[in-house]
């Protein structure tokens, strides 16, 4: 039996006053690299990348640190990940590429979180500033899991119910994806999953490949599409407009409601429960104000890319707004798919 595991973390420090230093690992049983990153505001530019190699598997994967400096100088806005994946991703190390684009999306999401405060506003073409310090409380995963009484784990089908991993990326869709829609059917089948959705990023498949697809492994795949709104990721579905660029939220949401589609919050907490929240003044009910919340039928509470803590902490927004709550894997790699989803209790 293969055994394989893949850890990545982002931890975000205030380097001094509108500074911040973005530290992320990622760890396998193959590589082990990390980057430093040091990010301004209130534009979100990239000033330094140091970037290291603790474990590789040939001579060529030093040689591709130098490159990580062609980053310098970009701001994380519009076109910041395709430039990424289209040029470190290729000339670099794919590895080190996807880690920075978690370090700087963590950071952007983190961020944008501060403007749910009253004396905080985002402003147009950058974010408030604000003082942060690393964070380091911890909850039990058996409590969290308890309380939600979610899935947990793989081999899904076989707790009862109908079992759909919300969350799923693939390499045809994804550039940041290494695995393919067939590669995920198959797995899905092996771990007992009844269903999962595609989530690729701002692009949705098209119908008819799918249900070929679909019939020929007798497997149900369910469309949708994580869209870039100006207040975060949001996981759409029944939808089939083409998105370019960083759409409005309230443009998003008045399309969808039209289209008789339905929104959830992606991840919303990610990167941000590294900061002092009691500095920001940030609980349940202050969060709970964000606009995002406003604008979508339910939360993500369960996402493999984020802390217990931050799932833990969407999970009390949500109760306390009083919306439904999903699970998704978010899976950009095969080991990844069905590590959560969402339990219906009745066949889609």
């Known amino acids: 039996m293969l055994n394989f595991m893949r850890n990545?973390?982002?931890?975000?420090?205030?380097?001094?006053?509108?500074?911040?230093?973005?530290?992320?690992?990622?760890?396998?049983?193959?590589?082990?690299?990390e980057l430093e990153v040091i990010i301004d505001l209130p534009r979100l530019k990239i000033t330094s990348i140091e970037g290291r190699w603790r474990r590789w598997t040939t001579p060529e994967c030093p040689r591709a640190i130098p490159v990580l400096q062609e980053a310098v100088g970009m701001e994380v806005g519009e076109g910041f990940s395709e430039k990424i994946k289209k040029g470190l991703g290729r000339k670099s190390c794919r590895h080190f590429a996807n880690l920075l684009l978690e370090c700087c999306h963590a950071a952007k999401d983190a961020v944008l979180m501060m403007g749910c405060e009253p004396s905080g506003r985002i402003e147009e073409g950058g974010v408030r500033q604000g003082r942060f310090r690393e964070q380091g409380q911890e909850i039990s995963a058996e409590d969290f899991m308890e309380s939600l009484g979610a899935l947990k784990g793989k081999g899904g089908g076989r707790i009862g119910g109908f079992v759909v991993d919300l969350h799923v990326h693939t390499s045809e869709k994804s550039p940041c994806s290494s695995v393919s829609l067939e590669e995920l059917i198959i797995e899905a089948k092996r771990i007992g999953l009844n269903a999962f959705c595609l989530t690729d990023h701002n692009t949705m498949w098209d119908k008819e490949v799918v249900e070929r697809i679909s019939r020929r492994y007798d497997f149900l795949v369910l469309r949708g599409n994580e869209v870039t709104t100006d207040q975060g990721d949001v996981l759409v579905f029944g939808w089939e407009e083409e998105v370019r660029g960083i759409m409005k939220l309230a443009e998003l949401r008045e399309d969808v409601i039209k289209r008789g589609g339905f929104m959830?919050?992606?991840?919303?907490?990610?990167?941000?429960?590294?900061?002092?929240?009691?500095?920001?003044?940030?609980?349940?009910?202050?969060?709970?104000?964000?606009?995002?919340?406003?604008?979508?039928?339910?939360?993500?509470?369960?996402?493999?890319?984020?802390?217990q803590k931050e799932n833990a902490f969407a999970l009390e927004v949500a109760k306390r707004l009083g919306l439904p709550v999903t699970g998704g894997s978010d899976a950009h790699e095969l080991a990844e798919l069905g590590i959560y989803a969402t339990v219906f209790s009745h066949a889609i």
């Not at 990545?8 to 690299?33: A, N, T």
């Not at 941000?272 to 939360?299: W, Y």
Request: glycine share 6%; aromatic share 8%.
């Open 8 to 33: 990545k973390v982002v931890r975000i420090f205030e380097q001094h006053e509108g500074c911040l230093k973005v530290v992320g690992l990622l760890s396998d049983d193959i590589y082990e690299l």
């Open 264 to 307: 959830i919050a992606a991840h919303p907490f990610r990167g941000f429960l590294t900061f002092d929240t009691s500095a920001l003044g940030l609980t349940p009910e202050k969060a709970s104000e964000r606009k995002i919340f406003e604008a979508v039928d339910a939360v993500e509470v369960l996402n493999s890319k984020v802390t």
